[in-house]
Nanobody, 114 residues
Framework: EVRLVESGGGLVQTGGSLRLSCAAS????????MTWIRQAPGKGFEKVAN???????FYGDDVKGRFTVSRDKAKSMLYLQLNDLRTEDTAMYYC????????RGQGTQVTVSS
């Protein structure tokens, strides 16, 4: 059974930082594309970043230069470092197995206050 468990969210002021984690199990994590998506209140899902099995990364335009995605294959962990946070980054953040948004964890809330 695929299981994805996010953690690390919280309340932070503008300009602050957070590190999100996603513990993955039930599949071959090291051979799988992984994606971070987010959903702000009243909006649809937005792709934030993804990382290939070889470590190639992609970032959405809104987070490029501020967020960094990484993975630890030995621990089956996915990470997202969020720096220079803005109020518009407030959202529920999810990790996704592959690119099918339906296969995601329960999410972790990030709230950025001004």
């Amino acid at each position: 059974e695929v299981r994805l468990v996010e953690s690390g969210g919280g309340l932070v002021q503008t300009g602050g930082s957070l590190r999100l984690s996603c513990a993955a199990s039930g599949f071959t994590f090291g051979a799988t594309y992984m994606t971070w998506i987010r959903q702000a209140p009243g909006k649809g899902f937005e792709k934030v970043a993804n990382i290939s099995p070889s470590g190639t990364t992609f970032y959405g335009d809104d987070v490029k230069g501020r967020f960094t995605v990484s993975r630890d294959k030995a621990k089956s962990m996915l990470y997202l470092q969020l720096n220079d946070l803005r109020t518009e980054d407030t959202a529920m953040y999810y990790c996704v197995k592959g690119t099918n948004y339906a296969v995601r964890g329960q999410g972790t809330q990030v709230t950025v206050s001004s």
